[in-house]
């Protein structure tokens, strides 16, 4: 019984650690999706800041110098979000394999636990054989 138990408790454990590794990857996947939507507003607005600093030069209007701050501020913006997003795959990475650390130490507490037990029953049988081998 101890074999069967040991590899029920490997396979549980190999299973939660599957599904950690899948719901982490998920996560970081989302994540990194939404940090290159951020670097190509970015983008959109350095192209957009040329633009308008080709229009002020060659009209010499005013009006494209004011959107010079709109899209630096909405850089500033995208770049904050990208951090964000950043620092939130590192958590989410960190608490995955903190998770999985648990996952692992509460597999081998349960394996010392069965081989604790199979011991003690072991020592058992021995103790009955010998109290047997006594009354002949």
Do not use: P
Request: charged share 45%; no cysteine; proline share 0%.
């Amino acid at each position: 019984m101890g074999f069967l138990d040991k590899t029920i408790n490997k396979t549980k454990a190999s299973m939660s650690t599957s599904s950690n590794k899948l719901n982490e990857s998920r996560e970081v996947s989302k994540l990194e999706s939404q940090i290159k939507e951020e670097k190509n507003k970015v983008r959109e607005k350095y192209e957009l800041i040329g633009k308008e600093y080709y229009r002020f030069t060659v009209d010499g209007d005013e009006s494209h110098k004011k959107n010079f701050d709109t899209y630096v501020d909405q850089i500033n913006e995208s770049r904050k979000l990208i951090e964000e997003y950043e620092k939130q795959i590192e958590e989410v990475r960190a608490a995955a394999k903190e998770e999985r650390e648990n996952i692992k130490a509460q597999a081998d507490a349960r394996h010392r636990e069965i081989e604790a037990e199979e011991e003690a029953a072991r020592a058992e049988k021995q103790q009955q054989k010998k109290e047997q081998d006594d009354l002949f």
